[in-house]
């Protein structure tokens, strides 16, 4: 694309982020069970150092492989579009769980769109080259 975003594929991201969210986060409630036990409130969770380590960089990678995902699989130049699928990603989460507010939105959507960026452009650099089917 050029110059024009592709918004099929900014939904698509948004899909694909929310969803490898979620199964991350089933995954992380398998690992960190114990530290949720009798938790009824986000507040109430204490995590040590390693564990908080691990839900941030668990949360980065989803956003990234979503990302690579999108940009492998989008024909054209689609960097950005993974950056802005993981923002609106993030700002559905927020409005879900009622912790919307434009601090929130810039603390937690500031790396997820960095991570999407990556991931897009790493996705990029995997897609085969452009063929020439002209025979010379």
Known sequence: MTGKLDWKWIAIGVVL???????AGF????????NLEGVSDVEDITLSGTQVVLVVSINILTFALGGFIVGVKSAGRTIIEPGISAAIAVIITLVVSGNF?????LAAGLLPFVAGVVGGWLGELRQPAPRSDRQP
């Open 101 to 105: 507010t434009i601090v929130n939105l």
């Open 17 to 23: 982020m929310v969803v490898l969210n979620l199964i």
């Open 27 to 34: 995954v992380l409630a398998l690992v960190l069970g114990s």
